[in-house]
């Protein structure tokens, strides 16, 4: 499965914010990196992901 983009409508930090992945290139390794600032949302973001395909826990960290 490919995430081309993760909608966050209201999780952590990120309130209306999308982050988009972009399209599928045509050849080569389909690898995404994230990279930002210290507190930016890097791990916030992963944390959505994760949640989005394994379900929030009852009590969530964010």
Not at 14 to 32: E, N, Q, R, V
Not at 51 to 62: T, W
Request: glycine share 12%; charged share 25%.
């Amino acid at each position: 499965m490919r995430l081309s983009r993760l909608d966050l409508i209201r999780y952590g930090k990120f309130t209306d914010k999308t982050i988009d992945f972009g399209p599928k290139p045509g050849s080569g390794a389909d690898l995404h990196i994230v990279f930002g600032l210290n507190e930016a949302g890097k791990s916030t973001a992963l944390s959505a992901y994760l949640d989005l395909l394994f379900g929030i826990e009852e009590r969530s960290r964010y």
